[in-house]
């Protein structure tokens, strides 16, 4: 259960795109369609933006989406908010009823 | 509104047990998996356990497998995690999170409670 690999930071100015990848592997991310995608504030508890790959869960606003290609999902961000500033973790299943997570991604609105 | 509130977490020294509550509130708790998630302050999420609907079926991380057990009452809305065999490198605040399905084996983990914090320390 190795976490998956998310970039440490990634940034952008207002109103830009920006994508997070996520990479792991055969047995986990690229077996299954179930990553889903959490931000998390400063002193928050998680939040879901993004299940079953490309699902927005209710009140996840649309300039969030996410997809696959092989071992690696990622998930972009459109019209970068000051808002958006936060922490975004992945996470899939991994078989055998497990799940493993990214190692995290700083966003940074510039 | 979905309320989940975690509860028994503290100061406990290695080798010795603790056990974790999650009172949830605001929704058909029987109809949801339930799942325990986990983060060292400053770093980032570890999954830990979840439990479908039933009690069915369960899932554990390895670092916590034959250590951690986790359980549900849906008499009373209650989801719980017992820590047995405590290490340092199970300090963390540990979240519950609520799934959207029945089933433990998907990751649409909302809402998310705010978390007890758990020191193994001697």
């Known amino acids: 259960q190795s976490a998956l690999t998310q970039p440490a930071s990634v940034s952008g100015s207002p109103g830009q795109s920006i994508a997070i990848s996520c990479t792991g592997t055969s047995s986990d991310v690229g077996s299954y369609n179930l990553v889903s995608w959490f931000q998390q504030h400063p002193g928050k508890a998680p939040k879901l933006m993004i299940y079953e790959g490309s699902k927005r869960p209710s009140g996840v606003s649309d300039r969030f989406s996410g997809s696959k290609s092989g071992n690696t999902a990622s998930l972009t961000i459109s019209g970068l908010q000051a808002e958006d500033e936060a922490d975004y973790y992945c996470?899939?299943?991994?078989?055998?009823?497990?799940?493993?997570f990214g190692t995290g991604t700083k966003v940074t609105v510039l | 509104e979905v309320q989940l509130v975690e509860s028994g977490g503290g100061l406990v020294q290695p080798g010795r047990s603790l056990r974790l509550s999650c009172a949830a509130s605001?929704?058909?708790?029987?109809?949801?998996?339930m799942h325990w998630v986990r983060q060292v302050p400053g770093k980032g999420l570890e999954w830990v356990s979840g439990?479908?609907?039933?009690?069915?079926?369960?899932g554990y991380a390895d670092s916590v497998k034959g250590r951690f057990t986790i359980s549900r009452d849906n008499a009373k809305n209650s989801l719980n995690l017992q820590m047995n065999s405590l290490r340092a490198e199970d300090t963390a605040l540990y979240y519950c999170?609520?799934?959207?399905?029945?089933?433990?084996?998907?990751?649409?983990?909302?809402?998310w409670g705010q978390g007890t914090l758990v020191t193994v320390s001697s």
């Open positions: 439990i479908s609907w039933n009690s069915g079926s369960i």
């Open positions: 605001g929704f058909s708790f029987d109809d949801y998996a």
């Open positions: 996470c899939s299943y991994a078989g055998s009823t497990t799940f493993v």
């Open positions: 999170a609520k799934s959207m399905v029945r089933g433990v084996t998907n990751n649409c983990f909302d809402p």
